[in-house]
C-alpha cells in the first residue's frame, strides 16, 4: 500500500489521523532506539576512561605538579626547613664496645655543629641510661639460689648505673636549643620514634630525617623503619653510625636500602643542605669539612 506524507491530507479520507499516528510513532520509536543505543555506548566509554584513570586534559602545571609529589620520596632532596636532625643512644657505656666509636663521634660533632649553624632542629635520645631498682630485685629472684653475693653486687651495679648519659665530647644539650628540639629523650624502646619524639615531629611540616648514632642495626634499623613507616624520608649517615660487629653495620645499611632509605655521608648532607657556593652558611660549612674525618673503616 502507498503511505502519504504526513503534511498532505485529503479533506474526505477518513485514514488521514490514522496515518500520520502510524509515521509519528515509527519515527520516534526508531529515534529513541538510537538515542538509548548512544547513551548506552558513552556510559560504556566514560566507564573505560574513569577506570584508566587518564589526565591528559589536566593543565601541564598540574601534571608537573602531581608527579613530582608523588617521585619527591624517591628523589630524596633534602632541604633546611624540611630536615631534622637523630643523634642516636650515643651513650658512655658503649665507647669500648662500638667500633670506630672515636671516628665516628668526630663525624656526629661536626653533623650537631652544622645543624646549629644552619638552624636545623635536633633530637637526641639515650637508651636506659639509669637503670631501675625493679631490675636488680628480678635479678635477686634469679640469682636467689647462688651463694656467691659478688654476683648479686655486679649485677646490681651494672644495671644500677644502666649505659650512661650522652657522652661529653657531643655537648650535645647546646644543639638542643632550637624550638623544634626537645631535651635529651630517655627510652627502653630500640627505635627513637616513641611517644615524645612521634608527637613533636607531627607538630611541624618537617618530613626529611637526618639519621646518626648507634647501633646500627638495632636502634638506627628500627628508627629508620619506622619513621619510613609513617611516611618520611629517612637519610642515614654512614660513616655517623656503626655497631660493635663490621658485619652487623654493613647488613644493617644492607638491609635499609631494601626499605628504600637513602644512604649517604655527612659531607654530602651537609654540602646538599647549603646547595651553593653562594648561600652565606657556605664557609661556615665549608670549615667544617675541610678535614676530612677519622677512616670510620666502612669499606
Known amino acids: 500500500t502507498k503511505v502519504t506524507q504526513v503534511n498532505e491530507f485529503e479533506p ?13 510513532r515509527l519515527t520516534t520509536t526508531i529515534k529513541g532506539k538510537k538515542k538509548a543505543q548512544e547513551e548506552k555506548r558513552q556510559r560504556k566509554v566514560d566507564k573505560r576512561e574513569k577506570k584508566k584513570k587518564t589526565y591528559v586534559d589536566l593543565d601541564k602545571s598540574l601534571i608537573f605538579n602531581f608527579t613530582l609529589d608523588r617521585t619527591m620520596d624517591a628523589i630524596g632532596k633534602l632541604t633546611i626547613d624540611d630536615t631534622y636532625f637523630f643523634c642516636c643512644d650515643m651513650q658512655e657505656k658503649f665507647r669500648a664496645n662500638i667500633s670506630q666509636f672515636k671516628e665516628i663521634t668526630v663525624v656526629i660533632a661536626r653533623l650537631l655543629k652544622a645543624a646549629k649553624i644552619l638552624n636545623i632542629p635536633v633530637i ?5 641510661p639509669k637503670g631501675r631498682i625493679s631490675d ?27 649505659l650512661g648519659n650522652t657522652i ?18 630517655q627510652k627502653t624502646k630500640f627505635s627513637m620514634l616513641v611517644p615524645e619524639v612521634y608527637g613533636k ?37 654512614a660513616n655517623g653510625i656503626s655497631s660493635r660487629s663490621k658485619e652487623d653495620r654493613l647488613f644493617a645499611i644492607e638491609r635499609m636500602r631494601q626499605s628504600n632509605i637513602f644512604i649517604t655521608t655527612y659531607e654530602s648532607v651537609l654540602l646538599g643542605l647549603v646547595e651553593d657556593s653562594k648561600n652565606i652558611k657556605f664557609k661556615d660549612i665549608q670549615r667544617l669539612i675541610l678535614e676530612l674525618p677519622p677512616d670510620s673503616k666502612l669499606l
Open 12 to 24: 474526505d479520507n477518513p485514514y488521514n489521523s490514522l496515518v500520520a499516528f502510524v509515521v509519528y
Open 136 to 162: 636488680w630485685f628480678r635479678l635477686k629472684r634469679t640469682f636467689s639460689k647462688c651463694n656467691v653475693c659478688c654476683q648479686w653486687i655486679n649485677c646490681f651495679l651494672t644495671f644500677n648505673k644502666g
Open 168 to 185: 661529653t665530647e657531643l655537648s650535645v644539650t647546646e644543639y638542643l636549643q632550637h624550638k623544634h628540639s626537645l631535651p635529651i629523650v
Open 124 to 128: 637526641a635520645t639515650e637508651q636506659y
Open 201 to 237: 615531629l607531627t607538630m611541624t611540616n618537617r618530613k626529611s630525617i637526618v639519621l646518626f648514632g648507634i647501633e646500627a642495626h638495632i636502634c638506627i634499623l628500627l628508627t629508620a623503619l619506622d619513621l619510613r613507616q609513617k611516611g618520611y624520608t629517612v637519610h642515614v649517615v
